[in-house]
């Protein structure tokens, strides 16, 4: 398959995936904001926020990463500051949800485990909505590994080989001429020229979207679960 195929396809495919998820998450909004959800947990306020990261990952994965750069517009390379923004924002976007996922799972098991510790934050949405900010304000500073990208311009030759029939007048015979012509391509890319910063970037940015998460919830619902055997027995 080739790469204009495959971009047409998740451009297509996009294009069905990005309403239905603006519409699923703006509803879950609204029903998780419900008073009924909210008076004795936290957990219809903390779904109803990661329903907003959905949002922000959406659009930002589907329209910054499929829709413009099938129009020819990539943001990141436009200068050097589209491309140290959209690339820090890009990956911070992404990594919103599973932060939020870890919160719920947090309360699920404060809840279950310790439901009378850690009141002063758990009674108090607005201390809840601080501690999300203190977290996204760490995560953030914690992806300014990227500040070291740059726009970087490579050109790349090609040989293009043709074949041109002559006919000789003299001998009235055709010959075969191979012609060789060199083509340039130049293209520009965001990137970092140092390869120590861009693995450590990436590897924060793995850390930070999966392992953590995934190793912090594998941990409290392992703990919950063994609670909860353990109760009913």
């Known amino acids: 398959m080739s790469a204009t195929s495959t971009t047409a396809i998740n451009f297509y495919s996009s294009v069905v995936i990005l309403p239905v998820g603006l519409v699923v998450n703006s509803l879950g909004v609204f029903v998780f ?3 009924s959800l909210n008076n004795k947990t936290n957990m219809g306020f903390l779904y109803s926020t990661l329903c907003i990261c959905n949002i922000v990952a959406l659009v930002t994965s589907i329209f910054v990463t499929q829709f413009l750069p099938f129009y020819g517009l990539t943001l990141a390379t436009l200068n050097g ?5 959209i690339t820090i924002w890009k990956n911070f976007a992404l990594q919103m949800p599973s932060f939020v996922q870890v919160l719920i799972s947090l309360e699920m098991f404060v809840g279950v485990c310790y439901p009378n510790k850690f009141r002063y934050i758990r ?19 914690l992806n300014l590994f990227y500040i070291s990208y740059d726009l970087r311009t490579t050109t790349t030759a090609t040989n293009v080989v043709s074949y041109i029939n002559r006919t000789n007048s003299t001998t009235n015979k055709t010959v075969t001429e191979r012609v060789t012509t060199i083509t340039y391509s130049t293209r520009t890319r965001c990137s970092s020229v140092d390869l120590g910063l861009r693995f450590a970037a990436d590897l924060i940015n793995i850390a930070l979207r999966n392992m953590i998460p995934f190793t912090i919830m594998l941990i409290v619902n ?12």
């Open 222 to 233: 392992i703990l919950l679960t063994r609670k909860i055997i353990l109760s009913r027995q």
């Open 123 to 141: 009674s108090n949405k607005k201390r809840i909505l601080w501690l999300i900010l203190c977290i996204f304000i760490c995560a953030l500073c």
């Open 33 to 35: 904001l419900r008073k």
């Open 81 to 85: 500051f589209f491309c140290e923004f």
